[in-house]
């Protein structure tokens, strides 16, 4: 039975983080859109740590906002404690982070994307897609009801043949207490789209009221938070009210609610459980195939690869304020329950710990993201796009942001439009897409600051000024919130262009280089911050300017000589992207090609000349053979 007779613009099957940015996109653009999901009270669910941000993915929550999407005002409204990581460090590698309510968070997204128009909710686990042509068309359910879409962006997660381990105990799922989608995968087989394993995992949950606290360092939420979502330009109404209905969501005044986190670490006593049960482990045991994350050990690999360490930070970390559950940062692993309890009361202030979920790892299928354009759309199968875990990353940060651009896409691809591509030198998102795309992932993809080249550019403040010229193409955010955000990047230009040109009375130097020759002589370079910028020296008026345009300013003006580097780097490599490959062309006729190259190249299809460089063993030489080919190419046409 069909559902619709008439096609859905986009279908988005899947509700974690990154479905729910991508049905949001979507219908923000203003296209009929259907969001699928197995089960809508797990929509948005943290099914690991509940917390969004952290180093390098603080910026791309950021830069979610700056796009339009949900997640950083969702943060900041169910937010429990907030910290800015990095503070001691420069303003380009700090990040906020947030812990949040877990099902604060859940509900109140779940009220936002049913409060949404243009965009329907449905339960109904997807059990296929329908094929027409080569084309996506659609997809069908468990429920034996077919649904009809123009686009289809699929955003399963670790759901799709997911398997979790305890130990020996196996059972199917991607989370504890939910289902697997076991159907699925073999739709993309059937479509050519090639599938891999890969893995992660989760620690126990600890009931609050067994931990003894006492022995623990409190860990406590900074006085001054920094938030996620630009509220200086967006419009009031999108904090709690939705105008039409004058329904309430659920929330409360961000940094109103803070509360305590706690460390503690792990003993000697703790690491020889390990070592004496490591056998039982699934990971060593060779129970599961799928490869894990690097940057997010399980407990068990900490103890083998960094034997030299006595003992290793673990955080409790509140679930939220209304259950007293603590999640065990750093104590991931899959070894069995009964080992879990020993190595649980091993560590102080857990000794009398109940665990009320076990820790568990899970293994799921993903599709290597190099099967994908830059616009998350399939190679292999057109208008069909793919976000978040399927694409071989972890966390909700880089799940969310691809989401969102996938979902963008799929409307662009509709309306024939251009598609909204963001490059290396666009924000921490158009770097995570790239290295996606072009190198791929052989593991579970996390996005630092070091990832990318030019990070200086990428503060997590710039956000909205540095995408304002994609939000405005478009269409991503309100008129009123564009408007904004223009004059206050105007207001910003014309700072830092009179502290470059005007001089400082009593010293007779320019404003820009008294601003530098203080901030060198009392570190504020390597502190950073905006906690920083008030002992830098300014004219009265900058004084009189909103906190986000003076920091903004100063920022710039203090890096000033850093950043122009950067953005000469920027504009001596846009030459390579701004020569594009089209899509037919056939690299191993392409004579002087090394067969290597070829074939990568071929593999890939690069969508410029930039993005064909940054391919692994595609090497200068290969660069300029390829140059030369699409030179003589675009003259003889």
């Given at each position: 039975?069909?559902?619709?007779?008439?096609?859905?613009?986009?279908?988005?099957?899947?509700?974690?983080?990154?479905?729910?940015?991508?049905?949001?996109?979507?219908?923000?653009?203003?296209?009929?859109?259907?969001?699928?999901?197995?089960?809508?009270?797990?929509?948005?669910?943290?099914?690991?740590?509940?917390?969004?941000?952290?180093?390098?993915?603080?910026?791309?929550?950021?830069?979610?906002?700056?796009?339009?999407?949900?997640?950083?005002?969702?943060?900041?409204?169910?937010?429990?404690?907030?910290?800015?990581?990095?503070?001691?460090?420069?303003?380009?590698?700090?990040?906020?982070?947030?812990?949040?309510?877990?099902?604060?968070?859940?509900?109140?997204?779940?009220?936002?994307?049913?409060?949404?128009?243009?965009?329907?909710?449905?339960?109904?686990?997807?059990?296929?897609?329908?094929?027409?042509?080569?084309?996506?068309?659609?997809?069908?359910?468990?429920?034996?009801?077919?649904?009809?879409?123009?686009?289809?962006?699929?955003?399963?997660?670790?759901?799709?043949?997911g398997l979790m381990h305890i130990g020996k105990n196996k059972n199917e799922g991607g989370r504890l207490?939910?289902?697997?989608?076991?159907?699925?995968?073999?739709?993309?087989?059937?479509?050519?789209?090639?599938?891999?394993?890969?893995?992660?995992?989760?620690?126990?949950?600890?009931?609050?009221?067994?931990?003894?606290?006492?022995?623990?360092?409190?860990?406590?939420?900074?006085?001054?938070?920094?938030?996620?979502?630009?509220?200086?330009?967006?419009?009031?109404?999108?904090?709690?009210?939705?105008?039409?209905?004058?329904?309430?969501?659920?929330?409360?005044?961000?940094?109103?609610?803070?509360?305590?986190?706690?460390?503690?670490?792990?003993?000697?006593?703790?690491?020889?459980?390990?070592?004496?049960?490591?056998?039982?482990?699934?990971?060593?045991?060779?129970?599961?195939?799928?490869?894990?994350?690097?940057?997010?050990?399980?407990?068990?690999?900490?103890?083998?690869?960094?034997?030299?360490?006595?003992?290793?930070?673990?955080?409790?970390?509140?679930?939220?304020?209304?259950?007293?559950?603590?999640?065990?940062?750093?104590?991931?692993?899959?070894?069995?329950?009964?080992?879990?309890?020993?190595?649980?009361?091993?560590?102080?202030?857990?000794?009398?710990?109940?665990?009320?979920?076990?820790?568990?790892?899970?293994?799921?299928?993903?599709?290597?993201?190099?099967?994908?354009?830059?616009?998350?759309?399939?190679?292999?199968?057109?208008?069909?796009?793919?976000?978040?875990?399927?694409?071989?990353?972890?966390?909700?940060?880089?799940?969310?942001?691809?989401?969102?651009?996938?979902?963008?896409?799929?409307?662009?691809?509709?309306?024939?439009?251009?598609?909204?591509?963001?490059?290396?030198?666009?924000?921490?998102?158009?770097?995570?897409?790239?290295?996606?795309?072009?190198?791929?992932?052989?593991?579970?993809?996390?996005?630092?600051?070091?990832?990318?080249?030019?990070?200086?550019?990428?503060?997590?403040?710039?956000?909205?000024?540095?995408?304002?010229?994609?939000?405005?193409?478009?269409?991503?955010?309100?008129?009123?919130?564009?408007?904004?955000?223009?004059?206050?990047?105007?207001?910003?230009?014309?700072?830092?262009?009179?502290?470059?040109?005007?001089?400082?009375?009593?010293?007779?130097?320019?404003?820009?280089?008294?601003?530098?020759?203080?901030?060198?002589?009392?570190?504020?370079?390597?502190?950073?911050?905006?906690?920083?910028?008030?002992?830098?020296?300014?004219?009265?008026?900058?004084?009189?300017?909103?906190?986000?345009?003076?920091?903004?300013?100063?920022?710039?003006?203090?890096?000033?000589?850093?950043?122009?580097?950067?953005?000469?780097?920027?504009?001596?490599?846009?030459?390579?992207?701004?020569?594009?490959?089209?899509?037919?062309?056939?690299?191993?006729?392409?004579?002087?090609?090394?067969?290597?190259?070829?074939?990568?190249?071929?593999?890939?299809?690069?969508?410029?000349?930039?993005?064909?460089?940054?391919?692994?063993?595609?090497?200068?030489?290969?660069?300029?053979?390829?140059?030369?080919?699409?030179?003589?190419?675009?003259?003889?046409?």
């Amino acid at each position: 039975m069909v559902f619709n007779k008439t096609p859905f613009a986009v279908i988005v099957c899947g509700a974690g983080h990154a479905g729910v940015e991508a049905a949001l996109a979507a219908a923000r653009m203003g296209a009929p859109t259907l969001l699928l999901t197995g089960n809508l009270d797990t929509i948005a669910q943290m099914s690991c740590n509940p917390a969004i941000g952290g180093q390098a993915k603080g910026q791309i929550v950021r830069e979610i906002d700056a796009l339009g999407g949900e997640m950083a005002i969702n943060t900041d409204v169910t937010g429990i404690q907030f910290r800015l990581l990095n503070e001691s460090k420069g303003p380009a590698v700090q990040s906020p982070r947030a812990q949040c309510d877990k099902k604060a968070y859940q509900l109140r997204m779940k009220h936002t994307l049913e409060l949404q128009p243009n965009l329907q909710l449905f339960q109904a686990t997807v059990t296929g897609l329908i094929f027409e042509h080569g084309k996506v068309v659609g997809c069908r359910s468990n429920l034996d009801l077919e649904f009809m879409g123009q686009t289809v962006v699929v955003t399963t997660g670790t759901f799709l043949r997911g398997l979790m381990h305890i130990g020996k105990n196996k059972n199917e799922g991607g989370r504890l207490g939910d289902f697997s989608a076991k159907d699925l995968s073999a739709s993309f087989l059937e479509a050519g789209i090639e599938l891999r394993r890969l893995k992660t995992g989760t620690p126990p949950r600890l009931l609050g009221r067994s931990i003894d606290f006492g022995r623990m360092e409190e860990q406590k939420g900074d006085a001054s938070p920094t938030l996620f979502a630009f509220h200086d330009t967006r419009d009031p109404m999108e904090l709690f009210h939705v105008e039409q209905t004058k329904e309430r969501r659920l929330g409360w005044a961000p940094g109103s609610n803070q509360v305590s986190c706690w460390m503690t670490y792990s003993t000697a006593d703790t690491a020889q459980i390990v070592r004496d049960n490591l056998h039982k482990s699934a990971m060593y045991s060779g129970e599961i195939a799928g490869v894990g994350p690097r940057y997010c050990p399980s407990f068990e690999d900490k103890i083998v690869r960094f034997s030299d360490k006595p003992r290793h930070l673990l955080f409790l970390e509140p679930e939220g304020l209304s259950t007293d559950e603590y999640y065990v940062n750093g104590l991931s692993t899959s070894l069995p329950f009964d080992v879990q309890v020993d190595l649980v009361r091993s560590i102080p202030g857990l000794e009398r710990a109940i665990l009320q979920r076990p820790a568990y790892a899970v293994e799921y299928d993903f599709a290597p993201p190099t099967q994908l354009f830059p616009s998350l759309e399939s190679k292999k199968v057109e208008n069909l796009f793919f976000a978040g875990q399927i694409n071989g990353t972890s966390g909700y940060e880089e799940a969310a942001c691809q989401g969102l651009i996938a979902g963008t896409n799929a409307v662009c691809k509709v309306r024939g439009t251009a598609p909204l591509v963001l490059g290396r030198q666009d924000g921490y998102t158009g770097v995570l897409i790239d290295d996606l795309v072009t190198k791929g992932t052989n593991e579970p993809y996390r996005m630092f600051t070091s990832r990318a080249e030019y990070r200086l550019l990428f503060n997590h403040a710039s956000a909205e000024l540095r995408l304002i010229a994609h939000a405005r193409q478009h269409g991503l955010l309100s008129c009123s919130r564009v408007g904004r955000i223009e004059d206050k990047a105007r207001r910003v230009a014309d700072w830092v262009k009179r502290l470059e040109s005007e001089r400082e009375p009593t010293q007779g130097i320019l404003w820009g280089d008294w601003v530098r020759r203080v901030a060198a002589k009392q570190g504020l370079q390597d502190q950073g911050e905006g906690r920083g910028w008030a002992a830098l020296p300014t004219p009265d008026e900058l004084a009189r300017e909103s906190r986000e345009v003076r920091e903004e300013v100063l920022y710039r003006v203090s890096y000033a000589g850093y950043l122009e580097r950067e953005k000469r780097q920027i504009e001596k490599l846009s030459e390579l992207e701004r020569i594009r490959i089209p899509a037919d062309l056939d690299f191993k006729a392409i004579r002087g090609l090394r067969l290597e190259s070829a074939q990568k190249l071929a593999s890939v299809k690069p969508y410029t000349l930039g993005q064909a460089s940054r391919i692994s063993g595609v090497n200068p030489s290969d660069i300029s053979v390829l140059m030369i080919h699409l030179h003589a190419r675009a003259t003889s046409t």
